[in-house]
């Protein structure tokens, strides 16, 4: 029996890249968005040929169900036409590809003459080795008991981020008429009906 | 990993007063119907006095102490630092009152975000792990970024934010590509872990890719304290913002970045001094000739702080270079001398009124009033000689312990030019107290010239602890002298 593994990870990764370079080079930015969420998904795949069922999982769930379709909505609602986007980036060309060299070339320096510090291989070994438990557990250990101040100033953060979208945003208005179920609710005919006797022939 | 001790929480006891207290007054805020924002600035005044009672409290110990699975540390030099935050950051909040509710700001979110702010620089400075640090830079960041922008009606207060905002997330990602290199060859995010990881590899053949991971976190850091070249959010953020914003975003983060840089430098990567060194040179060297020069022609007074302050960070970087524990006290020293010079140049301005009646802008505004408020003017000047460096004020001492570090480190060159632009700079701090001595009340003066503003009770205790701290420092410098002594002998170099 042949092992399929190789085989899958070769097919993912190469849908994955495909569709990653379509994200960036599809005209239509709502199709853009469509290929990243085919590449989100193969991208999961991937995580589930590595044993990192948990990962997979949130990828699917946050990324591809949150993330990829508020941008669908954002980019639906913006309409933003292709050409629009890509005038006056003619300017920036030459200064773009020259960063973006010396940044490969930095890179490159930087990458051919990397090495790890031979304790890094302990350091970084996964908690779970000799442990019988799920990678949802283990990774559950890490964030809710070794890392838990680590999240909950994660949650302070998003927490600031939450008051400040609402302080740079929120205008109170006059006038707004905003619906109070309450009173809509306690309402009496007596106070919302009349009756008005009005003799015949005079008129309102 | 898989052991577990519960963390010591009474080791992050201020932090959580903070959190809670600032959980409380959004509470308030969003359930009652009516709250006073007055009340709920004086709540939030008296959470940071309290975590500052504690932390005062749990200083001097001499002892160390690690939590939280070595991701929380404390000793002699946090605590300092974290009493410098602290004291800071009460006083700015208590003396914003008047102004805030002056300037049509008076939302209850305010003392929250301080709080938070306050909170993240406090993360940043007893951090332990880049994570903590991580987390800790971007609670403070976005927080200051949303009081930036707190004033959204005004076009220009929009375009500091938005300044302010874009470049502080580059520097996020600068600081975060940083730590990742530095993981990458170490294996660690604990200080201590990357400590021992360097000590035992030999220094020639450290990778490149980590060299180049301590640079961009160092460039990320040099950001937060606005050192020259990634100043250039600094005078548009000064200028833009509402003055008792500007006093907060000033001030205290500016510090709290410092001490990190100082730390992190000095501690994990004290191995590496012979790669860093030159770079916090030229950081300071290029931030104290621009803070010297491009201040000169600047008419907007807090324009020209924001350039001040750009030209004293090079100055305490110039502590920061000499890589010993005397460059590291003379860097607590000049901190907390440079706090408390500009909360008190920051308190004077917030009491009086210019063109507008919202505050100073212009050094115009400033034009006689020293015959109209020969007190005020007084306190003034002597925040202006004392930021010039003019004896036997504070901040003469504060740049003479740095100097001192420099020379013994054998910065010549450095301290040459520490000096030299010190004398340029001069100029613009005399400029100011010229416009209030020796210049007449305009002809026509705008209605509000030279008037206070309602003085609170607040303003007053800032502005005179601050002025008796400049002006007896000569007499009791020992007191600060001994903290500083005792928290740089913390880093243990």
């Known amino acids: 029996m042949i092992n399929i593994a190789p085989i899958l990870f070769y097919v993912f990764s190469g849908v994955l890249l495909s569709a990653s370079l379509m994200v960036v080079t599809a005209r239509n930015t709502v199709h853009g968005v469509l290929f990243l969420i085919v590449a989100f998904f193969n991208a999961a795949a991937l995580f589930l040929l590595a044993h990192a069922e948990f990962i997979a999982m949130i990828l699917v769930v946050v990324y591809v169900g949150a993330v990829a379709v508020l941008f669908l909505f954002v980019v639906m609602m913006l309409n933003l036409e292709g050409g629009e986007m890509h005038r006056g980036i003619k300017g920036y060309t030459f200064m773009g590809v020259l960063i973006g060299g010396v940044l490969l070339v930095e890179l490159l320096l930087m990458g051919l003459s990397w090495y790890t510090a031979p304790e890094a291989f302990d350091l970084t070994t996964a908690p779970t080795s000799g442990l019988k438990i799920t990678n949802t557990q283990a990774l559950g250990n890490l964030l809710y008991t070794h890392y838990a101040l680590g999240f909950q100033g994660a949650g302070l953060i998003l927490l600031i981020a939450m008051i400040g979208a609402i302080v740079l945003t929120l205008r109170h208005r006059e006038g707004v008429r905003k619906q109070n179920i309450r009173d809509q609710q306690e309402r009496q005919v007596r106070e919302s009906l009349r009756l008005i006797d009005i003799p015949s022939g005079s008129g309102v | ?493």
């Open chain 2, 1 to 493: 990993m898989t052991s577990f001790y519960w963390p010591d929480f009474t080791l992050i006891l201020p932090e959580m007063i903070l959190v809670f207290s600032a959980l409380l007054i959004l509470m308030e805020g969003a359930f009652l119907k009516q709250v006073s924002f007055r009340h709920s600035v004086h709540c939030g005044t008296l959470a940071l006095g309290l975590s500052l009672g504690l932390c005062l409290f749990q200083f001097e110990t001499g002892q160390t102490w690690v939590t939280f699975e070595g991701q929380i540390k404390q000793d002699d030099f946090i605590f300092f630092a974290k009493i410098l935050v602290l004291a800071g950051a009460t006083a700015t909040l208590s003396m914003s009152l008047p102004s805030m509710i002056k300037e049509n700001l008076s939302r209850v979110e305010y003392p929250p975000l301080v709080l938070f702010a306050t909170l993240g620089m406090l993360l940043m400075v007893e951090a332990n792990d880049f994570l903590i640090l991580f987390i800790g830079l971007e609670m403070q960041g976005l927080s200051l970024y949303v009081l930036a922008a707190l004033h959204r009606e005004h076009l220009r207060v929009s375009e500091a934010a938005l300044k302010y905002f874009i470049l502080g997330a580059f520097a996020t990602g600068l600081f975060l590509y940083g730590i990742s290199l530095i993981y990458g060859f170490s294996g660690a995010t604990n200080f201590e872990v990357i400590a021992s990881v360097i000590r035992t590899e030999s220094i020639n053949a450290l990778p490149l890719g980590l060299f180049v991971g301590l640079v961009f976190v160092m460039a990320a850091l040099a950001f937060k304290v606005s050192a020259v070249p990634f100043h250039m959010w600094t005078p548009d953020v000064y200028e833009g913002c509402p003055t008792p914003i500007t006093a907060f975003i000033g001030g205290v983060p500016k510090v709290a970045a410092m001490v990190v840089f100082l730390r992190l430098l000095l501690s994990p990567f004290i191995l590496l001094y012979g790669e860093w060194y030159s770079l916090i040179i030229f950081l300071s060297m290029a931030s104290m000739v621009v803070g010297a020069f491009a201040a000169l022609r600047q008419t907007n007074l807090k324009r020209l702080l924001g350039y001040s302050a750009i030209g004293q960070m090079g100055y305490v970087l110039m502590g920061v270079a000499a890589g010993n524990s005397e460059g590291a006290q003379a860097v607590f020293v000049y901190l907390t001398l440079y706090l408390v010079m500009f909360i008190g140049t920051f308190a004077c301005l917030l009491s009086l009124k210019g063109k507008t009646p919202e505050g100073v802008q212009d050094i115009e505004d400033l034009k006689g009033i020293a015959t109209l408020h020969p007190k005020l003017s007084f306190i003034l000047a002597v925040f202006m000689f004392s930021l010039a460096g003019i004896p036997p004020l504070g901040g003469f001492f504060a740049k003479l312990y740095v100097f001192k570090a420099a020379i013994a480190a054998e910065l010549f060159w450095l301290a040459i030019v520490g000096v030299l632009t010190s004398v340029v700079a001069a100029y613009y701090y005399l400029k100011i107290v010229k416009a209030m001595y020796f210049d007449d009340l305009p002809e026509t003066p705008a209605p509000s010239h030279g008037q206070l503003l309602v003085l609170s009770a607040e303003i007053t205790v800032v502005l005179n602890i601050c002025a008796a701290i400049i002006l007896l420092f000569f007499m009791f410098p020992n007191v600060v002298l001994e903290m500083a002594q005792r928290a740089a002998f913390a880093l243990r170099i």
